[in-house]
T-cell receptor, first 120, second 112 residues
Framework: SAVISQKPSRDICQRGTSLTIQCQVD?????MFWYRQQPGQSLTLIAT?????????ESGFVIDKFPISRPNLTFSTLTVSNMSPEDSSIYLC?????????????????FGPGTRLLVL | GDSVTQMEGPVTLSEEAFLTINCTYT??????LFWYVQYPGEGLQLLLK?????DKGSNKGFEATYRKETTSFHLEKGSVQVSDSAVYFC???????????FGQGTTLQVKP
């Protein structure tokens, strides 16, 4: 199984500020998925990030609010911009399509430990 | 579009009772199906999965069978423990890329 880490693990932020969440995977992966889990709710996909191209956002999510970077095959960041209390959630990254010796393998989906964000 | 529907919770059971959490799905093609568990204050853990029709996923006493004819993937356990108290999520991957669609989650409370 993959080792996935996220930073920070939790934060409390003031409205109007921005927070960048980092996701590091111990293997090269072609796609990185970012999810949001609002309090008491299920997980909703925010966007899919591929290395070398712009992220693809799901309906209801826009790049200005959730800019994503994907500088290499093991790392990605998600920024929550101009935060409001409605952004209080757990944000999780999940890698897809692992690259192993020039082949792409769909491994069982793993998730990072999550970043718990509270916006006051 | 693709979707997953789970039974409403919370489900409250006594220890050693039989558990069923229903999950049905709508998808094009042949999705992979998953059950995840989220214990209080913890992250999301994969519980079991099935990748094709009639496959049975199992782990920690939990089982689920991929039923294409009824588009279902119900989670079962013969004897629940207090430590099984958690939120359970059913999910599907219809694109085989790891992009998951989740059900709304079902909270299980097991009382001693």
């Amino acid at each position: 199984s993959a080792v996935i880490s996220q930073k920070p693990s939790r934060d409390i932020c003031q409205r109007g500020t921005s927070l960048t969440i980092q996701c590091q995977v111990d293997s090269q992966v072609t796609m990185m998925f970012w999810y949001r889990q609002q309090p008491g709710q299920s997980l909703t996909l925010i966007a899919t990030a591929n290395q070398g191209s712009e992220a693809t956002y799901e309906s209801g999510f826009v790049i200005d609010k959730f800019p994503i970077s994907r500088p290499n095959l093991t790392f990605s960041t998600l920024t929550v911009s101009n935060m409001s209390p409605e952004d209080s959630s757990i944000y999780l990254c999940s890698p897809g399509l692992f690259r192993i010796r020039c082949r792409y393998i769909q491994e069982t989906q793993y998730f990072g430990p999550g970043t718990r964000l509270l916006v006051l | 579009g693709d979707s997953v529907t789970q039974m409403e919770g919370p489900v409250t059971l006594s220890e050693e009772a039989f558990l069923t959490i229903n999950c049905t799905y709508t998808a094009t093609g042949y999705p992979s199906l998953f059950w995840y568990v989220q214990y209080p204050g913890e992250g999301l853990q994969l519980l079991l999965k099935a990748t094709k029709a009639d496959d049975k996923g199992s782990n920690k006493g939990f089982e689920a069978t991929y039923r294409k004819e009824t588009t279902s993937f119900h989670l079962e356990k013969g004897s629940v423990q207090v430590s099984d108290s958690a939120v359970y999520f059913c999910a599907l991957d219809s694109s085989n890329t790891g992009k998951l669609i989740f059900g709304q989650g079902t909270t299980l409370q097991v009382k001693p």
